[in-house]
DNA sequence: GCAAAAGTGTTGTCATTACACCCATGA
DNA sequence: TCATGGGTGTAATGACAACACTTTTGC
């Protein structure tokens, strides 16, 4: 008897992945937890989940960050698919990749947090995952990104760090003020830096628009 | 009697979907084939296909291409990927939309493409595709994808056309030619022009690396 | 000789780079 | 008073913008 081919395409599970940056002591970390189950049971992994009916990607993402990091309103881009039938070794699942940016000050436990440099092996295509979310970012670094890295107010210097690691290179001071300062995105805010030993810096904040 | 549930997620079938451009008239055209079943039966739809199982979203894409323009090593890029649940009124079918971008020396028949400014109403969400990716092209432009979109040698100011076509805007010819020329991507070609009733122009082409 | 597109330089403005010292505070 | 990071100006260079006429070919 044979079966009607019905369709030979493939169905898959559809998944997100959250690669989260933060910015911390002039480094670039990123949230993993550690898989409880098999496969690749006690390595680490990105956060993410599948779709339920109805969800859209940005929607579970949206679902899924504000469980993890308790923050709602998470800014977050897509930034590439990935879809090796064989990324998930239990059934084929692709993964949405989107990057996810956060103020360190937002973060209520750094202790999930890993610097990029410095990672173990990680489960699934993780890595991979990472290292093209690093690019992403690299490539399209403006100041709605740095936006997000930033807590409310801010020295200038804290900013400029922001842009020198996820450029890699280091700015010169003082052109970098000048610049940021015409540039008019941030405006002085109306408190300044406190309980500091060393001379006090003025608070700066970004205007929204 | 209680049915255990097992998994409430999704599953899906995965598509791909390819926004292929050309510029021609000094107008960006799209590929665009008519459907000839329902849904949508009649309406224009961007080309694509479902993945079969082994295949990488890059795989099927380049399968296709291949099929619809006759070009083989297609250039092409991810973009974004659409997973609206009711993006397809037959059952739940993500799209990872790719753009291609193509010569139009390339192109055996023209009567395929459209001008993105004067499209029909399209089927499923091709016009958000569409709308998108143009969107993509102009913030990415760089001389990677202009060199996808011309002949082998070509006289600088066609490159000058399809420059102000993607960016939207006149450029100054002299400036232009200045800035293209210091740049180090092109270089002379051996041929000249021929058979125009005008001075013939000097060819360039893009030095591969 | 006319139509059509190719090709060519100079000047002003603005953005970017390079560079080194004094300032305000807490301990 | 010392340690720590905050804060400041000027000059040289390079990139970009504005601008109009001559050249070469086919017909």
Redesign the interface.
Known sequence: MEKKKIN???????AVNAVIFIIKDQKLWVYLSTREKAPFQNLLELPGG?????????ITLARKLKDITGVKNHFFQ?F??F???NRDPRS?I?S?GFIALLAYDKVSNLKDFHQIDALPKLAFDHKEIIDRAIKYLKLNIDSQFVDQLMPNSFPLNDLQIVYEVIEGKKLDNRNFRKKILNSGLIQKAKIVQKNVNHRPASLYQFIKS
């Not at 599948?50 to 990607?57: F, G, N």
């Open positions: 030979h395409y493939e169905t898959a599970n559809i599948l779709l339920q009916p109805k969800e859209t990607a940005e897509q590439h698919t879809t090796n039938p084929r692709i949405i």
